[in-house]
């Protein structure tokens, strides 16, 4: 049910299960039409194969978007081994596969050990199909139009990238496997990268998103039943970063702007009240806790 246009939007965090097909700006629009306001965003994108979580910001609680996207994630997938595609998925054309004979040299181990070489800190290059901005255009635009490059590759965190099964095929080798990892991380290039090690191509042919930072997909809902599944933005928030409670005296001086004492804490953090409401966003600089964002009640 749509929100009324006379009612004022309650502020909170949304957790969608999203089903393949669907973009995360078909979400957002989804959820505007749904909740009758433009002030709603999303905490990364998520391919349109690819199904699970996606996170949506309601009212003032867009602005916790940013922490939210910068934490890690976890994914279960698929890959199939055996052949290449221009765009690391199976959306793409493929370009290259392997010989049955190939394959039938890969051995279990073999993958298992390509697996371990993906895991802790690595460079990776991300697909050219991807939504990073190279001066101002998106790469999967350039792609699209033909043009040949190479995006720079970047260090990130795989935490854990583990095999859950193997299933041998005539002309492939499919591994479902599940990754924890760090914000920026492409699964699609982790399933590249193995192929390239084992010498026969890889790509990605299903991906499900189980969690972001400190939200689980269990929580998450088809995007039709998101009206009433609003997190509040104190509860959200401690999803998100560490939290202090402040008193009457301290809400009211954070309220107009004004620092109140450092308790210690580095990098940004939530100051709640102590109904749980979140107050502000607090940058600790010496002896002084200044906001860098203030919630006031409003949506």
């Known amino acids: ?86 765009t690391d998925d199976a959306d793409g054309e493929v370009l290259a596969s392997a010989t049955p004979e190939d394959l039938a040299k890969v051995s279990d181990d073999d993958i298992a050990t390509g697996v371990k070489a993906l895991t802790g800190l690595i460079m990776q290059r991300p697909s050219n199909f991807s939504a990073i901005k190279v001066n101002g255009v998106r790469s999967y635009a ?51 990268d193995l192929g390239e090690a084992l010498k026969v191509g890889g790509h990605l042919t299903a991906l499900r998103r189980t969690s972001i930072g400190g939200f689980k997909l269990e929580d998450a809902v088809n995007i039709d039943q998101i ?26 001086l954070l309220r107009n702007g004004r620092a109140i004492f450092a308790v210690g804490k580095v990098g940004a953090y939530a100051a709640l009240n102590t109904g749980g409401d979140l107050v502000a966003l607090l940058q600790e600089d010496g002896e002084r806790a200044k906001p860098i964002a203030v919630f006031l009640e409003e949506a």
Request: some cysteine; proline content about 2%; glycine content about 12%.
């Open 1 to 86: 049910m749509a929100q009324s246009s006379g009612t004022p939007v309650a502020p909170g965090i949304v957790l969608v299960d999203k089903e393949g097909g669907w973009t995360s700006h078909d979400l957002v629009a989804k959820a505007r039409g749904i909740f009758n306001t433009r002030r709603v965003g999303h905490a990364g994108t998520l391919d349109p194969m690819a199904t699970g979580l996606v996170i949506l910001g309601v009212g003032g609680a867009t602005r916790l978007l940013g922490y939210v996207s910068d934490a890690g994630k976890s994914y279960q997938g698929t890959i199939l081994l055996g052949s290449t595609t221009n």
């Open 142 to 192: 350039r792609a699209r139009a033909g043009e040949e490059f190479e995006l720079a590759a970047r260090e990130i965190h795989v935490e854990k990238f583990s095999i859950l099964d193997i299933r041998r095929r005539d002309a492939s080798i499919e591994v479902d496997v599940f990754v924890s990892c760090s914000s920026g991380t492409y699964i699609r290039a982790l399933a590249r």
């Open 227 to 252: 009206a009433e599944r609003r997190i509040p933005l104190g509860e959200a928030a401690g999803r998100i970063l560490a939290t202090r409670k402040v008193d009457l005296d301290e809400q009211i």
